[in-house]
């Protein structure tokens, strides 16, 4: 007999174990047969809770190896806002596979990005990794554009075979595939979608034709050093965006900070040319605020006005916990210095020296601007962070 499992996040059923992955108490298991999600997925569509952590790295990894063996091709959905960390795992598994990357959120962008900017950028920074043999889709599972495109294209290249879907947590896999299985009529439950990191919990099979390919949905891939994973779910619903950006525009004054939340900090150093500018782009959630250097460690520790906000009381206890520490970063004109899971600042002008303030194990990146005017030749030599890791650089230099 077939195993039966969750619809909404793939773990084997049973009425055993209350506090175990894939629990449905047995009346509701032969009450409900065909529409019976676990408890886990009840708790989290109804009330936004989670009584269970995401599954281990290790058994992440052994899921998406068996769910990519045999699979037609690699649909790998990444994250316009948080590209880096999205990106930031071993891309080397992915090279032998006919792979497909569809870059979602992209409504999060404001509205005049050209999408043909935005595809190049994207490829630019793929062939760096050495991934020189991909096709890339821009998607928003959130409004819908730009998916049909999608199914259309992987129903050309997978035909009757199985596409498996790959991830870090949190870039809208299972978002995507709900998407698809309401527009496409599906009937019964969909996957469930969450902002809590690690809903899918085991490979979750998604059949939406009779006569189509089969999606493979997969537990999200956990990145490290990723700030929002490090919050607790209020705190992370205000960095993590799903409305467009906030952008705010800071003339650079030597010796003054722009405070990202009360967890980031961002210091000009010695000489500023003139009409240097960083533009600071967040959620709408995340204050921003300027202060002079030396009032950058008062604030972390009790922080007043907006930036009290976020992170929480708790979070802030947590973060202040690993500590802070320092990094000197320099940045050139058309450069992105991104905090990952949190946000970034783009220069205009420079060179700029800055010192870079952030909680211990979290990580950064300095890349080509995603937006606005671009600099071909630092686009050329900007490697793509391969896996990221505590603190880790990743320098245009």
Not at 32 to 57: E, K, N
Not at 207 to 232: A, H, K, M, V
Not at 275 to 294: F, N
Not at 356 to 375: C, H, M
Request: hydrophobic share 40%; aromatic share 6%; with cysteine.
């Amino acid at each position: 007999m077939r195993e039966r499992v969750c619809p909404g996040c793939g773990a084997p059923l049973q009425s055993k174990e209350p506090e175990a992955p894939g629990f449905v108490p047995a009346e509701v298991l032969e009450r409900d047969a065909a529409d019976a999600v676990c408890r886990r997925c009840f708790r989290l569509r109804h009330y936004g809770d989670i009584s269970h952590g995401p599954p281990a790295a290790a058994a992440v990894w052994d899921a998406i190896k068996h769910a990519t063996k045999g699979a037609a091709c690699v649909l790998l959905v990444t994250d316009a806002f948080d590209f880096e960390a999205s990106t930031g795992i071993p891309l080397r598994d992915f090279r032998a596979a006919r792979l497909v990357v569809a870059v979602n959120k992209v409504d999060l962008l404001p509205a005049r990005t050209p999408a043909e900017e935005l595809e190049h950028w994207v490829l630019e920074r793929l062939t760096a990794a050495g991934l020189r043999q991909v096709e890339v889709h821009l998607v928003s599972a959130r409004t819908g554009w730009g998916t049909r495109a999608l199914w259309e294209r992987l129903k050309e290249v997978a035909g009757h075979g199985t596409v498996a879907v790959v991830g870090v947590t949190n870039v809208g896999k299972s978002a995507l595939l709900a998407r698809w299985s309401r527009a496409l009529g599906r009937e019964g439950p969909a996957p469930t979608v969450s902002a809590v990191p690690g809903t899918t919990l085991a490979p979750l099979p998604l059949r939406l034709e009779p006569d189509g390919f089969t999606l493979l949905d997969t537990p999200g891939i956990p990145p490290q050093g990723r700030i929002s994973d490090w919050l607790c779910p209020d705190c992370a619903r205000r960095v993590v965006p799903d409305k467009r950006l906030n952008g705010r525009l800071w003339s650079v004054v030597p010796g003054q900070a722009l405070l990202l939340g009360g967890f980031a900090a961002v210091t000009a150093r010695g000489r500023v040319p003139e009409d240097t500018v960083l533009i600071a782009y967040g959620a709408q959630g995340l204050p921003l605020h300027r202060t002079r250097a030396e009032r950058v460690s008062q604030f972390f520790q009790a922080p007043s006005g907006s930036i009290a906000a976020v992170p929480c009381r708790q979070c802030r206890a947590r973060l202040s916990a690993e500590g802070f520490e320092e990094h000197s970063v320099t940045l050139r004109h058309a450069q992105d210095l991104v905090v990952h899971g949190l946000g970034w600042v783009s220069l205009r002008g420079g060179p700029l020296e800055l010192t870079l303030r952030l909680p211990r194990g979290i990580s950064w990146t300095v890349r080509p601007n995603l937006l606005g005017p671009k600099d071909r030749v630092a686009a050329q030599r900007a490697p793509l962070a391969q896996e990221s890791a505590p603190a880790r650089r990743t320098s245009c230099e």
